[in-house]
Nanobody, 124 residues
Framework: QVQLVESGGGSVQAGGSLRLSCAVS????????MGWFHQAPGKDREGVAT???????SYADSVKGRFTISQDNDKNTLYLQMNSLKPEDSAMYYC??????????????????WGQGTHVTVSS
């Protein structure tokens, strides 16, 4: 069983930055695709970024050039660096894990394990 715990959310003004962290209960990076998702009130959960075990990344168009996903294998931690934040980035952010050596999709249904989420609010 993989356990995921997010942290680092908070409130920030538009144009600011936040770094989210996701502590992973056991070493998963050799055989799991890791991802970040967000969900605003009344909306579906959407994929933000994914990273494969060998470090290949993929991003939603809405965050390309602003967000960076990374992982620290020594610390068993996944990160999401969010720069140039916009009010529309406000949402609950979740990290997730999917079995496999690739990340074929940003669709939430494909991911097997989820954290409880951390909230991000961006004010204008």
């Amino acid at each position: 069983q993989v356990q995921l715990v997010e942290s680092g959310g908070g409130s920030v003004q538009a144009g600011g930055s936040l770094r989210l962290s996701c502590a992973v209960s056991r070493y998963t990076y050799t055989s799991y695709c890791m991802g970040w998702f967000h969900q605003a009130p009344g909306k579906d959960r959407e994929g933000v970024a994914t990273i494969t075990p060998d470090g290949s990344t993929s991003y939603a168009d809405s965050v390309k050039g602003r967000f960076t996903i990374s992982q620290d294998n020594d610390k068993n931690t996944l990160y999401l660096q969010m720069n140039s934040l916009k009010p529309e980035d406000s949402a609950m952010y979740y990290c997730a894990a999917m079995r496999g050596f690739s990340c074929p999709t940003l669709a939430a249904w494909a991911f097997d394990y989820w954290g409880q989420g951390t909230h991000v609010t961006v004010s204008s």
